[in-house]
């Protein structure tokens, strides 16, 4: 199944796209050990400030908004999952009360 998942990873939730990691990003919280990839991204999912998690040899990462500096990194082709509006269509529940988002600054 982890072959499978990690051979596409859209089966996993395509709400999130893999996007290699080229800037700073806040971290907001760390998870260690993390059993697997999809409990770091059900964890983001419940995250409304997470706009992307990093999975690394058993260690979650979520990430806040993307700074735009961009960030020198020793780990060879570092990448993350970029939330993407689909999260919050597919998470989204109906309700009486009107909000408006602001982006992250």
């Known amino acids: 199944l982890f072959l499978l998942l990690h051979s596409f990873p859209s089966l996993m939730c395509s709400c999130f796209v893999e996007s290699p990691w080229e800037n700073i990003r806040p971290v907001l919280r760390m998870t260690y050990p993390c059993p697997a990839i999809d409990a770091c991204e059900s964890t983001c999912l419940g995250a409304p400030e997470c706009s992307a998690y990093a999975f690394v040899n ?8 993307d700074s735009g500096k961009s960030q020198t990194c020793n780990t060879a082709n570092p ?24 982006p992250f600054k």
């Open 58 to 65: 058993s260690k979650c990462a979520l990430l806040g908004a």
């Open 79 to 102: 990448t993350l999952w970029l939330r993407t509006a689909a999260c919050d269509e597919s998470t989204t529940t109906t309700s009486s009360i009107s909000t408006t988002t602001q």
